[in-house]
C-alpha cells in the first residue's frame, strides 16, 4: 500500500495526517472542495505541498472517480459537522460519501486495501453512568427547562441523584442523539458491511474533542479552545458556558495524526471501531485556566447562564483498546493549548469569525442565555 488518498486533507485533523503519511513515505493524494465554514476557496498555506492536490466534493461520484486513481488506501476525513439545521446534510456528505466509495470500488474492482473512517465519539450520546441506588443508567438528554433553570448535572432517571459518569468503551451500544452523530454512527455501519463483504479492511477512528493548530475558527459551535483564545487575545474575561464544571477528553491533532498511521499499518486494526482520546477528563474551566496562564494574564472567568442545547456534560472516553496496538497519546492538553495559541495569534477576524458563530447558533437556538 502505497498511495493514499487522504478526503479533507486540507482540514485541521486531515492536514495533520497528511504530513504524518508523508513523512514515513506513503504518497498522498487530497481530496478536497476547499468550502465553507473551513474554508473560503482557498488552499491553505500550511497544506504539504508534496501532497497531490485534487479540488471535488465527496458527496459527487464523478469527483471520487477522479480521486481514486491509482490510489491503494483511504483515509476519510471530509464530514459536514456540528449542529445545523440542514440536516440531510449530514445523510448526503457523511453517510452518502461512504456508499459512493464503495460503489465505485465494486463497480471498478478498485484495489483499494484499507479504509480508514472519522468517526467521533459523538455515536455515544449521551453515555453510561454509575448510580449507587440503580447501578449503570442511561440518562437522557438534558432538557431545555432543566438548563434554562441552571440545573447543570446530569441525574439518574430513575431517583433524580447525582450519577457519575463512566468512560466510553467500544463495546457500548451507541446511542447517538444528534444528526451528526446519527450520520457517523451510519457511515461505519456502512464502512465495516460494506467492507467485510467486499473484503476491504475498514477502521473507524472515534475521536474525543482534537485541539492544536490549524483548527477551523471558522465552524459553528466547535471549541471551547478557539473561544476562550479569543477572549483572552482581545483582553476580554473568558465566558464560560454552563458553571464550567463540564469535563471532556481533549487530545493533541498530533496524536490523532499517529493513529491514523497506526491502524493504516497495522492487521489487528482491520474491521474495529477504535476511540481515540488522551483517557482523561479535564473540566472545561481548568481549559480556560491553561489559556489564561499561557497566554500571561489573570484568570478571571465570567458565567453569564450561557448554554448550548444538546451539549453533553460529560464524555470520558477509555482509550485501552488503540494502546493495545501499541499506540499512545504523547502530548499533554497543555501541549495542544500552547501550539493552538502560537498558531492562532497570526490571524486577524477572530472575534468577528466569534462573533459571527455565536449569532447563529442563538439564532438557530442552539446557544442560549438561562434565566
Ligand atoms: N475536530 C474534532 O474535534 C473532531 C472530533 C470528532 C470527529 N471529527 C471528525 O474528523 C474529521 C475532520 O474534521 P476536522 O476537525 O479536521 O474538520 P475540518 O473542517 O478542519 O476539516 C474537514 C475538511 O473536509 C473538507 N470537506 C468538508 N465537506 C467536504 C465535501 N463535501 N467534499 C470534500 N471535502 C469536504 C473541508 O473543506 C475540510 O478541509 C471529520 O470527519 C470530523 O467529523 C473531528
Request: with cysteine.
Amino acid at each position: 500500500m502505497k498511495h493514499i488518498l487522504v478526503t479533507g486533507g486540507a482540514g485541521f485533523i486531515g492536514s495533520h495526517v497528511v504530513d504524518e503519511l508523508l513523512l514515513v513515505g506513503f504518497k498522498v493524494r487530497i481530496l478536497d472542495n476547499l468550502g465553507p465554514p473551513t474554508h473560503n476557496g482557498a488552499l491553505p498555506e500550511w497544506v504539504n505541498k508534496k501532497a497531490e492536490f485534487v479540488q471535488g466534493d465527496v458527496r459527487s461520484k464523478e469527483d471520487w472517480r477522479k480521486a481514486l486513481r491509482g490510489i491503494n488506501g483511504v483515509v476519510h476525513l471530509a464530514s459536514y459537522m456540528d449542529y445545523h439545521l440542514d440536516f440531510s446534510t449530514y445523510i448526503r456528505t457523511n453517510i452518502e460519501s461512504v456508499a459512493l466509495l464503495f460503489e465505485l470500488i465494486v463497480e471498478e474492482k478498485l484495489p483499494i486495501q484499507k479504509i480508514v473512517a472519522a468517526s467521533s465519539q459523538s455515536v455515544y450520546g449521551q453515555g453510561k453512568y454509575q448510580c449507587e441506588t440503580h447501578g449503570i443508567v442511561y440518562p437522557p438528554m438534558r432538557s431545555e427547562v432543566q438548563l434554562a433553570a441552571r440545573q447543570w448535572e446530569v441525574t439518574c432517571p430513575e431517583c433524580h441523584k447525582p450519577i457519575v459518569a463512566l468512560p466510553e468503551t467500544e463495546s457500548d451500544e451507541p446511542s447517538p442523539q444528534i444528526p451528526y452523530g446519527i450520520s457517523k454512527l451510519a457511515s461505519e455501519k456502512f464502512l465495516f458491511n460494506l467492507g467485510r463483504q467486499y473484503g476491504v479492511p475498514s477502521v473507524a477512528l472515534r475521536y474525543s474533542i482534537v485541539l492544536g493548530p490549524r483548527q477551523s475558527f471558522r465552524h459553528f459551535y466547535s471549541g471551547a479552545l478557539r473561544s476562550f483564545a479569543v477572549d483572552v487575545l482581545n483582553n476580554q474575561s473568558i465566558q464560560m458556558n454552563e458553571d464550567g464544571g463540564q469535563t471532556h477528553d481533549f487530545v493533541h491533532v498530533r496524536d490523532i495524526a499517529h493513529a491514523h498511521l497506526t491502524v493504516l499499518t497495522d492487521h489487528r486494526a482491520d474491521f474495529e471501531c477504535f476511540n481515540v482520546g488522551i483517557g482523561k477528563s479535564i473540566r472545561v474551566i481548568d481549559l480556560a485556566k491553561m489559556v489564561a496562564e499561557e497566554s500571561g494574564v489573570p484568570f478571571n472567568p465570567s458565567f453569564n447562564n450561557r448554554y448550548r442545547v444538546g451539549n453533553i456534560r460529560y464524555t470520558p472516553m477509555n482509550i485501552d483498546k488503540l494502546r493495545g496496538l501499541g499506540w499512545e497519546p504523547k502530548y499533554t492538553v497543555r501541549d495542544a493549548v500552547k501550539d493552538y495559541l502560537q498558531w492562532v495569534r497570526q490571524f486577524n477576524g477572530l472575534k468577528e469569525a466569534l462573533e459571527k458563530t455565536y449569532n447563529e447558533m442563538a439564532r438557530d437556538g442552539i446557544l442560549k442565555t438561562g434565566k
